[in-house]
């Protein structure tokens, strides 16, 4: 098992990312950034609705928020 401080770092290389924390510095990170690091399609769970989802999805996440419709690129033409 390991532990990776910088979120950046966890967020690389990876299809999905889940916030489940209502800490702040979690809504101040740059997600265009996270995004461009991912691997295709990328995902974001949000189990707070502490982050801007339509936002989220116009940079090219596949979003779910606890209590909200998903938002996502599959079928799109």
């Known amino acids: 098992m390991s532990f990776e401080l910088d979120p950046y770092a966890a967020a690389a290389g990876s299809h999905a ?3 489940v924390t209502k800490w ?3 809504a101040e990170l740059d997600y265009e950034t996270i995004y461009r690091s991912m691997v295709k399609p990328a995902f ?3 189990g707070r609705n502490l982050l ?8 090219g996440f596949n979003v779910y928020a606890i209590g909200k419709p998903p938002l996502t690129h599959f079928g799109a033409a």
Do not use: H, P, S
């Open 44 to 46: 974001i769970f949000d």
């Open 52 to 59: 801007d989802r339509r936002k989220l999805f116009g940079m």
């Open 17 to 19: 990312i889940a916030v």
């Open 24 to 26: 702040r510095q979690f």
